[in-house]
Nanobody
Framework: QVQLVESGGGLVQAGGSLRLSCAASGSIFSILTMGWYRQAPGKQRELVATITSGYNTNYADSVKGRFTIFRDVVKSTMYLQMNSLKPEDTGIYYC??????????WGQGIQVTVSS
């Protein structure tokens, strides 16, 4: 079992930046892929970005060029650097960690609000 704790959310003006962190504990040796997902009010949860144990990354088209996902293996922590934020980036951001197959483990979620 993997436990995940997110931090770093908050309120920021459009054009600003935030960095989210996701600290993993427990059976971290089982983690192959970690990712960030978000859910806006009234919408389904959607993929933001993922990173594999081999450091391969994948991004949603809406965040390409603005967001960067990276991992610190020593600290067992994953990050999401978010630049040039837009109001449509507002939502609850969730950290996910899994082995071979989904769904894996989820964090409790953290609010990101971008004001116009």
């Amino acid at each position: 079992q993997v436990q995940l704790v997110e931090s770093g959310g908050g309120l920021v003006q459009a054009g600003g930046s935030l960095r989210l962190s996701c600290a993993a504990s427990g059976s971290i040796f089982s983690i192959l892929t970690m990712g960030w997902y978000r859910q806006a009010p009234g919408k389904q949860r959607e993929l933001v970005a993922t990173i594999t144990s081999g450091y391969n990354t994948n991004y949603a088209d809406s965040v390409k060029g603005r967001f960067t996902i990276f991992r610190d293996v020593v600290k067992s922590t994953m990050y999401l650097q978010m630049n040039s934020l837009k109001p449509e980036d507002t939502g609850i951001y969730y950290c996910n960690a899994r082995g071979d197959l989904p769904p894996g483990s989820w964090g409790q979620g953290i609010q990101v609000t971008v004001s116009s």
